[in-house]
């Protein structure tokens, strides 16, 4: 049976601690990585298109397993926030493997991504596995390139491809600390409407609704016992 790979090790829990930052954010911006950005208009523009692209595409439907009823389905104008979350991960990911990848010297190119596809099954099966991972068929080569990155990075620290063995265990250790270390270096701001960047488990997770804070900044509710 098809296995859609979202959770991998680069996605595992580290250390619960999150890259928040008190600067506020440019207008406009979902997201700010040093000095480039993706826009809330530009992440809405792709969740819509995912969203149109996902319904129209039973295998993607097949390989990503909902939680809805069958028939159940939102409005094509609407999309819920843990969709956006999870595009916006992916987006932000991406650009973490491409940092690696240019640090630790990576091919990364056309021919290596074109190979991946190959051995996945093909353009078609590319595509949908991309729609099943929350992204339209636009982002299919980043989104294998991404994968093809940390299938390297792993090969490199002598994963031997069996799950739990010793060697792939510490290749994936590796693997997340480097990715971890990275993504701090790489001053990731997310837009707090739609939360915050967990380095934990390298994507965005949802928004923290806090009880109102005093003036001392403790987060503690007014009348609240000291």
């Known amino acids: 049976m098809f296995r859609i790979p979202v959770k991998t090790a680069l996605t595992a829990g580290v250390a619960a601690v999150l890259l928040t930052s008190c600067q506020p954010m440019k207008m406009g911006s979902a997201v700010i990585i040093g000095d480039e950005r993706i826009t809330t208009a530009s992440l809405d523009r792709t969740v819509r298109q995912w969203n149109e692209q996902f319904r129209a595409d039973p295998e993607a439907n097949m390989k990503r397993s909902r939680t809805s009823a069958p028939g159940q389905q ?3 104008d609407s999309v819920s926030e843990s969709e ?3 595009a916006l991960s992916h987006l932000v990911r991406i650009r973490i493997s491409d940092r690696v ?7 990364a190119g056309n021919s290596r ?9 093909g353009q078609r099966e590319a595509e949908s596995t991309t729609l099943a991972l929350g992204l339209p068929v636009g982002y299919t080569r980043d989104l294998f390139r991404d994968l093809h990155i940390q299938q390297e990075l792993l090969r490199r620290y002598g994963d031997d491809g069996v799950q739990g063995s010793e060697r792939n265990v510490q290749a994936n250790r590796r693997a997340v600390a480097l990715y971890t270390e990275t993504a701090r270096r ?7 409407r739609y939360g915050t960047f967990r380095i934990d488990q390298l994507a965005v ?5 806090r ?3 005093g003036e001392t900044g403790t ?3 007014p009348g609240s016992a000291g």
């Open 74 to 76: 939102l409005p094509l």
């Open 84 to 86: 956006m979350r999870l």
């Open 101 to 107: 990848a240019r640090e630790q010297g990576i091919d």
């Open 113 to 121: 991504v074109d190979r991946l596809i190959e051995q996945f099954g």
């Open 186 to 192: 790489m001053n990731i701001k997310i837009n707090p």
């Open 205 to 209: 997770g949802p928004v923290v609704h």
């Open 211 to 213: 009880l109102s804070k």
């Open 219 to 221: 987060g503690r509710a």
